[in-house]
């Protein structure tokens, strides 16, 4: 049959040609998690892959951190565990950097074995998402930044995380060296395997800085006007910052909060809309303030993010990033050229006016928050909607009164999220309920579970 992701046989044809080198290949699906999960092929099953796409069974979209199924998902004995079919995402098929024997990667989207899109599958809900503006004769642009810790692969003598050595020298740093461009020289060796392997898989990575914290980085990814192909490059830079990481000796670390002490790591997501001729929708004309449907859009974000924050942060660990003065928001509120705000309007040229969305965490699923958030954007423009006033100086100290209607932790999160009925449009019906019931059995397992913390606060105590 055809490839309904839009695949095809000559690419897969015109790869092998140029890789003569490569063995075998990583094919992905990116859960609801974000987890990538697929199986390693042999090159000779490649123009196979792309002829008849590759059977996958339906659980693996309904699994929870762990690997393990939830069933209330419906998507195990509900359906027969049976299989589905994965097909490649063009423009994914890359090779990948400094592995041995050579290998590639290629990410899958799943279908059902008609062809129509599988509606648990997280990129599907995104892509149902830019059609709606589509119809609208809008088209988003965005890209995504990824913030990350480098943390030695040994813990420290109390048991807690500490930062990687530095790969050139082995020099220790227990500083928040924020900025440091000295600092970056140390992984240097680590920092250019990244940039060769981005550009190997064609993901546009860009400027690198030390961030607030020791151990802490970012990458910024550059502007895509397809943003399908935004969050492709986040899924496929996270693979190989950690991949490039292993093999440098360190851990490359995407929890939202690894270290209790430091700020904790965002995915900021900056979007825009485009009109059918190419401009910016976003760009106030001369002598306007801000252009109308810039505001709607900020209006929309602002109403649907209380509902949405389990997109955001959907873990545990991502409600410990959520501390005053953290560079996390804590209220929505949106702001210019401000980073205490949750939706940020960076200064700059008027060309490249953007929404910051400031929320994510790392931790999250880049398909589920472009989707969430070009949602909320459409909502926004249907309703006209007001965001309020704009959030000047520091934005936390306004935010209490702002912030009541927020979930306060975890568990409020995942409640709000399925009585949602903004959230279940925006992901659709199936999503919803997979990826609510994916949380609701996490937050289970959390909260049965006896941490060392429970022993050192109650052990010789109660």
Known sequence: MTSPSGSTLDEAKKFLDAHPEIEAF???LTDPNGV??????????LTGLYENGRHLPISILGLDITGEDVHETGLIWDSGDGDLRAWPIPGTLAPLHGTAPARGQVLMAMHHLDGQPMSSDPR??????????????????????????????ERDAEGKVQPARAVLDGRRSGKTEVYSVDHLHGMEPLFSDIYAAAKAQGVPAET?????????????LNYRKDVLRAADDLVMLKRLVRAQARRHGVTACFMAKPIEEYAGSGMHFHVSLLDDKGANVFSEAEGQKWSPRLLHALGGLAQTMAESMLVFAPHANSWRRFVSRSYAPVAPSWGVNNRSVALRVPAGDVKARRIEHRPSGVDANPY???????????????????????????????????????????????????????????????????????????CLRVARTVSELDYHLYLHEV
């Open 26 to 28: 990583d094919i992905v």
């Open 36 to 45: 990538g999960r697929g199986k390693i092929i042999r090159r000779h099953e």
């Open 124 to 153: 599907h809900a995104l892509a149902r998402q830019v059609e709606r503006l589509a119809a609208r004769g809008l088209s988003p642009a965005g890209a995504f930044e990824l913030e990350f810790f480098l943390l030695a692969n």
């Open 208 to 220: 690198v800085i030390s961030e607030y914290a020791p151990g802490q980085y970012e990458l910024t």
């Open 368 to 442: 589920l928050v472009a989707a969430t958030v070009l949602a909320g954007i459409s909502r926004g423009l249907d309703e006209q909607l007001d965001p309020g006033a704009e959030t000047t100086g520091n934005g936390y100290e306004a935010a209490a009164e702002a912030g009541k209607a927020m979930p306060a932790d975890w568990r409020a999160a995942i409640e709000a999220a399925r009585a949602s009925a903004f959230l279940r449009e925006a992901l659709g019906p199936d999503l919803h309920r997979t990826f609510t019931a994916i949380k609701q059995a996490e």
